[in-house]
C-alpha cells in the first residue's frame, strides 16, 4: 500500500522531495505555513550532481529557461586579470551531466507542475505500474509540532494530520529539527561576512554607455570576481546570467557591515563596498535597482538527520553556505534518496525507522563533508582537511583538500548509484 507522506515546508527540498515520493507511489501532502506557491530569490547554480536528479524526476530546463554553463571562472577584481579557470564544457563526459543555472522562481515553478500535473503521468513511473497520485498542496498551514512516533503534525489552528513518514524540509529556521536533535539547541554563528544579491536586466545593462567592452569580456561561464587586495577578509562577486540571457545574476559576498543593518541603504552599502574594484564592475553593480542583503551564518554539522517517523533534509538538516554553490544540490540528492530508498509499494509503517536510517547513512556524511568545504574560500580546502575525515567514508583514501577534488566529490557524485549499493546490502530487520 502506498505511503501516507507528509511533507513541512514547500520550498526546493520540499517540492523535490514530493515529486520524488509521488513518483515511488506514494501520496504526498505538501505543507506549507506561507499563503502563496512560490519561491524568492535570485538565480542559483545546478551541478552535475543535482541535475542528475532533476532529469530522473522528469524536470525539464527548457520550461524552466535553464542554461549550461561552459566554464567557472576566478577573476582579478581589481584588474580583471584570469586567475583561474575550471573549464564545464566536457562535464557531461566527467561528471554525467552539465552546470546549469535557473532563476529560482523558475525553477520552483517546474518543480509545482511535476508535483501536482495529473497530465502526462507515464505508466511506470509508480512501482505498481500505475499512474502516480498528483501532490496535494496546503498552504497558510503552520506545523507547531510534531509527534515522531505516532506520525502527527499539530498546526497553528488547532487541526491535526496524522502520516507514516514526515519530511521536514522547512529550511534554515527549521521548526521540525527539535524534534528530532531534542533539547540540544544548535544556534547558527554568525560568519561576519553577508551576501547583497541583484538582478538586473541585460537591456538594462545594454542601454547604459561604456559597458559594451566589459559585456564582450564577460565569459559565458560563471565568474568569481575576487577581491585580491584583501587576503583576510572574503569579499567577491558571483556573475552570471540567467533566464536566457535576460537577466544578469549577482551576488557580493562581503565582510558584514553591522549587526543591525535594518535602516541601511543597501544600493548605497554595495557600491562602497566595491569601489575599488574595475570601474566597469563598478559601473554595473549601478545599475541594480533593488538589492538586498542576508547575513551567512555557519551551523556545525547535526549528529542525527532522522528519528520515528520524521527525517529532515535541505537546510534543514545541512544549512550551508555558499562557498561552492551545493546547498540546492544538496537537497536535491537528499529528494533522490528518498525516493530510491521508498521505491517499493510493498513498505510496511513498521519498515519506514529502518528505513530512514538507511537513508541518514547514506547521506549524512556526504553532506556534511560539503557542509564543512561551503564554508571554506576556493584554494582554503586544507585547513578544514583534519575535520573531514570525521566525514569520510569508511575505507576512504583522500578526502576533498583542493578545489579540484572538491569539485570532483560534489560534482561527480551519483546518488543513485550509491542508494543501490545500500540497498543491495540493507538487511531491514
Excluded at 502527527?152 to 514526515?166: E, H, N, P, R, W
Amino acid at each position: 500500500m502506498p505511503l501516507k507522506v507528509a511533507i513541512i515546508g514547500a520550498g526546493i527540498g520540499g517540492l523535490s522531495a514530493a515529486v520524488a515520493l509521488r513518483r515511488a507511489g506514494h501520496h504526498v501532502t505538501v505543507f506549507d505555513k506561507s499563503g502563496f506557491a512560490t519561491e524568492v530569490g535570485a538565480a542559483l547554480a545546478i551541478s552535475p550532481n543535482g541535475l542528475h536528479v532533476l532529469k530522473h524526476l522528469g524536470f525539464s530546463t527548457l520550461h524552466a529557461r535553464a542554461s549550461s554553463k561552459p566554464s567557472w571562472d576566478s577573476v582579478d577584481g581589481l584588474s580583471l586579470r584570469l586567475l583561474a579557470s575550471v573549464d564545464m564544457s566536457n562535464a557531461r563526459e566527467r561528471y554525467g551531466d552539465d552546470l546549469i543555472v535557473v532563476h529560482r522562481m523558475d525553477f520552483h515553478k517546474e518543480l509545482l507542475r511535476l508535483a501536482l500535473e495529473s497530465e502526462g503521468d507515464t505508466e511506470d513511473v509508480a512501482p505498481t505500474g500505475t499512474k502516480s497520485t498528483p501532490v496535494v498542496l496546503r498552504l497558510s498551514a503552520e506545523v507547531k509540532c510534531v509527534d515522531i512516533e505516532n506520525g502527527t503534525l499539530s498546526f497553528a489552528d488547532g487541526s491535526k494530520v496524522m502520516a507514516d513518514l514526515i519530511v521536514g524540509a522547512d529550511g534554515l529556521h527549521s521548526v521540525t529539527r527539535q524534534a528530532v536533535l531534542g533539547s540540544t539547541v544548535y544556534k547558527p554563528a554568525r560568519t561576519e561576512s553577508s551576501a547583497f544579491r541583484m538582478l538586473i536586466p541585460t537591456a538594462r545593462v545594454a542601454e547604459e554607455d561604456g559597458l559594451e567592452q566589459l559585456m564582450q569580456w564577460k565569459s559565458t561561464g560563471v565568474s568569481i570576481i575576487a577581491d585580491t587586495s584583501s587576503k583576510d577578509r572574503e569579499r567577491h562577486i558571483a556573475w552570471y546570467s540567467c533566464r536566457d540571457g535576460e537577466i544578469q545574476n549577482l551576488v557580493g559576498i562581503h565582510p558584514t557591515r553591522t549587526k543591525d543593518d535594518s535602516d541601511v541603504d543597501y544600493k548605497t552599502a554595495l557600491l562602497d563596498e566595491f569601489k575599488h574594484f574595475d570601474r566597469d564592475v563598478v559601473n554595473l553593480l549601478s545599475l541594480a535597482e533593488e538589492v538586498k542583503c542576508w547575513p551567512l551564518l555557519y551551523y556545525e554539522p547535526f549528529p542525527k538527520w532522522t528519528s520515528g517517523k520524521l527525517v529532515l533534509i535541505g537546510d534543514a538538516a545541512h544549512p550551508m553556505l555558499p562557498f561552492g554553490g551545493q546547498a540546492a544540490n544538496q537537497a536535491l540528492e537528499d529528494s533522490g534518496a528518498l525516493g530510491a530508498l521508498f521505491h517499493d509499494s510493498n513498505i510496511t509503517t513498521n519498515e519506514i525507522p529502518a528505513r530512514l536510517k538507511l537513508f541518514e547513512k547514506v547521506r549524512r556524511n556526504r553532506a556534511s563533508t560539503i557542509q564543512m568545504l561551503s564554508s571554506t574560500r576556493v584554494g582554503q580546502e586544507p585547513t578544514v582537511e583534519a575535520i573531514l575525515w570525521n566525514y569520510a567514508e569508511p575505507g576512504a583514501a583522500e578526502v576533498p583538500n583542493t578545489f579540484q577534488k572538491r569539485i570532483d566529490h560534489a560534482f561527480g557524485y551519483n546518488v543513485f548509484a550509491a542508494c543501490q549499493s545500500a540497498l543491495k546490502d540493507w538487511n531491514p530487520e
